[in-house]
């Protein structure tokens, strides 16, 4: 019994439509929850007033779209190394769920900048950073739609994954160099443990972002079984429908 | 007729087809623009109605490729120009396919790129009648470029070269009228020139490139 | 409802915005994940009957 | 329907490539087109075809009646090949594709996509596209390359049951295609080098 | 160098196609593939000559041996016959094109740009370029396509001339070439609905 | 290998080869910008080192889709990997012959069009200095873009967005350098950043190209 016996898609249907059920139930109370209680439970901030209640949906989407790269990265590497087609396909599952996470970021800071800075969007070094990653994003599902084969999309992609990583860590650094920023630091680093953010703020926050958490993995297994689904009834076409 | 533009919009959806393609590229444009001049927000917002004409020309531009140049390399032109379909009307409907599947996406997308270069609030109307009113212009323009080019292998950097002189008219009135509403100034003088040549190039383009596809054909 | 103050609109187009892609995303997956047994479904009854 | 070709000049490259060629063809009658390689068959079809201007001589019946399949098959390999023949259809102005897939016994393949197929089914489908055009003069260049016997088989009788509905055929080939017909060798009206007839250099000599 | 192919399974577009293939090509000996379309004669070739992998099975002594020739010719439209031809020489770090040019009797069409070339002669050109590899196994994807009858007597030639010199050839093919040589039919080993063999989309079945 | 860079070379100074047209687009960007930003004088010469920049990167870009699509078309690429040459090494020359002909012609250029966009003084050395360091980092990544795309047909488009963003570290820096230079101040940190980019990239993105490319021809 090892972890890759998952790797068998049919395996993972089976054992994906037995954790479904609690896996969205729990994701949906906890982002219910945490935004409910963010929206209404929590009083306006001193400078920011009630533009702070933003920050529930702004920072979990922020942190879940790096994480759904970080995760589709680690998935790609499993696919070039072991070629197990559930990860490449769970990569393929992360990426729309990735790129809707970085539009809300996007959004909801754009429309939190408008009261904070007076702009709608600056060239702030992490802004910018999010908006490359939302190209990257862009073209990653670009090239998986493009390419016919499904194994040879989910090696290109893969690379370009990978390859991609790099270039987006060089931008990083190439965009804080070009520009200092107006978007305020870390708050929350779970490294040091310390915090910026008073307790109210913080709790229903922590909940929003578990259930943000929580609702990108759903998606992504639900999304997985998807194009398993899919490839499977192709497999079992190209099999009977084969002819001269 | 129809079935010559369902088929061009359908392949466009098709995987590897295009579309979204030209307003990726619209995207990426102006999001290098600042990186490019740098990020000042003042800078920006003095140039950003002139970025966004001319990263939605180099939009339309570049998917011009792909109008002919597929169709020839199969050998389906070759086709089209024997059977029952004026080559008019088929090089019309193939503009029009472009341009909904280029252009139409593109003024849609306009705004939304003009926030990131902060373009005055008052430019935004401006921005997108003026792009509505010239985008099909460019379709019709880039059709007799295409067709002008067909016969050359990869004539896509050549076939740039040919249509961008053309597009000069169009790109001057249309960011005329973008950048004096933007400015708070009254752009309605640009705006109908730019009418004017929309309509003037959907009426007669496609008689010149028709003829000239004939040629290249041959 | 609590007390938005002047920035209203803001926080509730922000949610609004929100909720509405994060809807737009849940609804096209269901929407493929449906289609998708069904095709399954339909491909694997052909097997069945071709042996 | 006859097509009549009279004391046809033809140039490739501006350089005269076919002199002083005449035929007729009538309807119900099939013409094998032979030639060394580099005679000018392809040339002559495409003029016939109306792709390219004849340097002199006539071409009469052949206005709006021609179908014409060359070397590349006008496929797309992103449509089905359904799709492909239903555009092809639609744009003829007919309607159904079923006498199409019946005759190069394409139903199997129906809805692969045309860029999955084999060398020799993608010719199949190039062929099939000549049913659904409902023209009564076929011109086709070297229609079976790629072909295994059977689908060989599969073109003469389609072509033999376009004859018999009155329907005509000329055929630029290599090989051996089991059909009853005239052939006619282009050999002895490939030009040579004294031929100038008009040739779009002709004015420098 | 003896070509082994052993219990070879061979897939496309992630499917098998051919199943339990095995065959021995040795030095001197060609060998002709036959099968209907669509049977995989194709891919089995592309395969061969390292362009996909195998399902499964085994393939020894190909190895940097293999000069392979597909529907394309890879011939670049704006450089003459002989750039081109000398172009692939020096890849395969060979200087003379002489015997090619002679073979194929290209001389009058040395200076030619290579688009200018009738599709007959642009094959000639492509199978003239076998000659420049100086490789011993030649792997062939039905290579007398649009070539005429004089034109398909130098190609035997130069396949007796080759298998002289210890060379072998694998050639895929649907007419009769005129060649001395063993025929293996595919169609046996085409693979059935039932075969796996570790096709890629094996998993989800 | 030198074969391979002769062919290229030859090829690119032929009909319709494509020398020169990278340059061109070059060119006509550079003459657009003040159709759509407007003329005044100080606002060109303040984005004049981010145009020129801006202008090569797409020149490139837009050059890059005959890199290799081409060769696989009419089947050379099929015959270049079976060939005693490691596809690394072919790869490596590709891209030189690509800069060969597109990005070094837009070095000597830009000083040219610099006076057209009413570039300070001393941003000349500075842009043609950056723009030669940079150049072979945008055909190294190109051919990865190239590559990676080669078995799509018309792939342009969706090449432009696959290499855009992976260009941006090189435009940043590149951009950086020439217009610090031009105001007067100092850009070596960008320079040294450009640099250690490009020969990051010479030394490594081959390998990532030449595997995608035989994933690709599979
Ligand atoms: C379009 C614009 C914006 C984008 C792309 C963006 C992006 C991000 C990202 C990626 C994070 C997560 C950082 C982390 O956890 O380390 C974040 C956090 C945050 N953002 Fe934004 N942001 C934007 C606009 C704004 C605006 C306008 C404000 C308010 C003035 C804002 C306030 C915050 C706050 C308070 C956090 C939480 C920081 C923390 O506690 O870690 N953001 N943003
Ligand atoms: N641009 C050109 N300049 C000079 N000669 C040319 C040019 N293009 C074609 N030719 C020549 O014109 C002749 C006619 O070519 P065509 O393609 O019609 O021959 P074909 O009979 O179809 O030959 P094949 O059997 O090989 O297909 C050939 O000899 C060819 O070399
Ligand atoms: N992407 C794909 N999906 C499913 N089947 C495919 C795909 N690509 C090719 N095939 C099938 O694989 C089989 C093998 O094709 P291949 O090209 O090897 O045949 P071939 O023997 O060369 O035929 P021909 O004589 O027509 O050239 C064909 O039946 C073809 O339809
Ligand atoms: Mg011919
Ligand atoms: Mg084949």
């Given at each position: 019994m090892s972890i890759w016996q998952y790797a068998n898609p049919v395996k993972f249907l089976a054992l994906s439509s037995r954790v479904q059920p609690y896996l969205w139930a729990a994701a949906v109370i906890c982002v219910t929850t945490g935004l409910l209680w963010g929206f209404f439970g929590t009083p306006d901030d001193a400078r920011q007033g009630s533009t702070v209640k933003i920050i529930y949906l702004h920072v979990p989407a922020a942190l879940m779209a790096i994480n759904a790269w970080f995760m589709m990265l680690i998935a790609s590497l499993?696919?070039?190394?072991?070629?197990?087609?559930?990860?490449?396909?769970?990569?393929?599952?992360?990426?729309?769920?990735?790129?809707?996470?970085?539009?809300?970021?996007?959004?909801?800071?754009?429309?939190?900048?408008?009261?904070?800075?007076?702009?709608?969007?600056?060239?702030?070094?992490?802004?910018?950073?999010?908006?490359?990653?939302?190209?990257?994003?862009?073209?990653?599902?670009?090239?998986?739609?493009?390419?016919?084969?499904?194994?040879?999309?989910?090696?290109?992609?893969?690379?370009?994954?990978?390859?991609?990583?790099?270039?987006?860590?060089?931008?990083?650094?190439?965009?804080?160099?070009?520009?200092?920023?107006?978007?305020?630091?870390?708050?929350?680093?779970?490294?040091?443990?310390?915090?910026?953010?008073?307790?109210?703020?913080?709790?229903?926050?922590?909940?929003?972002?578990?259930?943000?958490?929580?609702?990108?993995?759903?998606?992504?297994?639900?999304?997985?079984?998807?194009?398993?689904?899919?490839?499977?009834?192709?497999?079992?076409?190209?099999?009977?429908?084969?002819?001269? | 007729m129809i079935a010559l533009l369902i088929r061009d919009l359908r392949l466009a959806f098709r995987a590897g087809g295009g579309f979204g393609l030209g307003l990726a590229f619209f995207l990426i444009v102006t999001v290098l623009v600042p990186f490019s001049v740098g990020p000042q927000a003042d800078l920006l917002s003095s140039i950003a109605p002139g970025v966004l004409w001319l990263g939605a020309l180099l939009a339309c531009l570049l998917s011009l490729d792909r109008l002919l140049a597929l169709d020839y390399e199969d050998g389906t032109l070759d086709l089209l120009v024997t059977a029952p379909l004026p080559l008019e009307a088929a090089l019309s409907i193939k503009a029009l396919a472009h341009w909904l599947t280029t252009g139409l996406p593109l003024v849609i997308a306009a705004p939304v790129l003009g926030v990131l270069l902060n373009l005055p609030a008052n430019g935004f109307g401006w921005v997108v009648v003026s792009l509505a009113l010239g985008t099909p212009a460019l379709s019709v323009i880039g059709t007799f470029g295409a067709a002008l080019t067909v016969g050359i292998k990869r004539g896509g950097l050549l076939m740039s070269l040919l249509v961008l002189p053309l597009y000069v008219p169009t790109l001057i009135f249309g960011a005329e009228a973008a950048r004096r509403g933007a400015a708070g100034l009254d752009g309605t003088t640009p705006l109908l020139m730019l009418a004017g040549i929309t309509f003037g190039t959907i009426a007669l383009m496609p008689f010149a490139s028709a003829a000239v596809l004939r040629m290249g054909l041959r | 409802m609590p007390e938005l103050g002047k920035y209203a609109i803001e926080v509730l187009s922000a949610y609004a915005a929100s909720l509405g892609l994060l809807g737009v995303l849940i609804g096209i997956t269901l929407r493929r994940g449906r289609a998708a047994q069904a095709t399954l479904k339909a491909a694997e009854m052909e097997a069945k009957k071709n042996g | 329907?006859?097509?009549?070709?009279?004391?046809?000049?033809?140039?490739?490259?501006?350089?005269?490539?076919?002199?002083?060629?005449?035929?007729?063809?009538?309807?119900?009658?099939?013409?094998?087109?032979?030639?060394?390689?580099?005679?000018?068959?392809?040339?002559?079809?495409?003029?016939?075809?109306?792709?390219?201007?004849?340097?002199?001589?006539?071409?009469?019946?052949?206005?709006?009646?021609?179908?014409?399949?060359?070397?590349?098959?006008?496929?797309?390999?992103?449509?089905?090949?359904?799709?492909?023949?239903?555009?092809?259809?639609?744009?003829?102005?007919?309607?159904?594709?079923?006498?199409?897939?019946?005759?190069?016994?394409?139903?199997?393949?129906?809805?692969?996509?045309a860029g999955t197929l084999s060398a020799g089914q993608k010719r199949r489908l190039g062929l099939a596209r000549l049913l659904v055009t409902g023209r009564p003069i076929w011109v086709l260049d070297e229609p079976t390359v790629s072909l295994d016997t059977a689908a060989v088989q599969m073109f003469a009788d389609a072509v033999h049951a376009h004859l018999g509905q009155g329907g005509s055929a000329l055929i630029a080939t290599h090989i051996d295609l089991g059909l009853q017909a005239d052939v006619l060798d282009i050999t002895p009206y490939r030009a040579t080098a004294t031929t100038r007839a008009g040739a779009s250099d002709e004015a420098f000599l």
């Open positions: 499993i696919w070039l190394v072991r070629r197990h087609h559930v990860s490449a396909l769970a990569a393929k599952a992360a990426a729309p769920v990735g790129i809707v996470m970085t539009l809300i970021a996007l959004v909801t800071g754009a429309i939190w900048g408008q009261p904070m800075w007076g702009t709608w969007w600056a060239w702030d070094p992490r802004l910018t950073s999010f908006l490359i990653l939302f190209l990257f994003y862009l073209g990653y599902i670009a090239l998986w739609e493009a390419i016919e084969d499904p194994d040879t999309a989910a090696d290109l992609t893969s690379v370009l994954c990978l390859v991609g990583s790099v270039f987006a860590i060089l931008s990083r650094y190439a965009v804080q160099f070009w520009n200092q920023g107006l978007h305020q630091g870390t708050s929350v680093p779970v490294a040091t443990g310390g915090r910026t953010v008073a307790d109210v703020f913080f709790y229903p926050l922590l909940v929003s972002m578990v259930g943000f958490g929580l609702l990108f993995l759903a998606l992504v297994i639900y999304r997985t079984g998807t194009e398993i689904r899919l490839r499977r009834a192709a497999a079992m076409r190209a099999r009977t429908g084969r002819g001269a | - | - | 329907m006859t097509l009549r070709i009279d004391n046809l000049t033809l140039a490739r490259g501006g350089i005269p490539v076919l002199t002083g060629l005449s035929f007729d063809l009538g309807r119900g009658a099939a013409l094998i087109l032979r030639g060394p390689n580099g005679a000018g068959k392809t040339t002559l079809l495409r003029t016939l075809a109306g792709l390219q201007p004849a340097l002199s001589g006539h071409i009469t019946g052949g206005e709006d009646q021609i179908a014409f399949a060359g070397h590349a098959d006008g496929l797309k390999a992103m449509l089905s090949v359904t799709e492909n023949l239903n555009f092809w259809a639609s744009v003829f102005g007919r309607d159904s594709i079923d006498a199409a897939l019946e005759a190069y016994d394409l139903h199997a393949l129906a809805d692969r996509l």
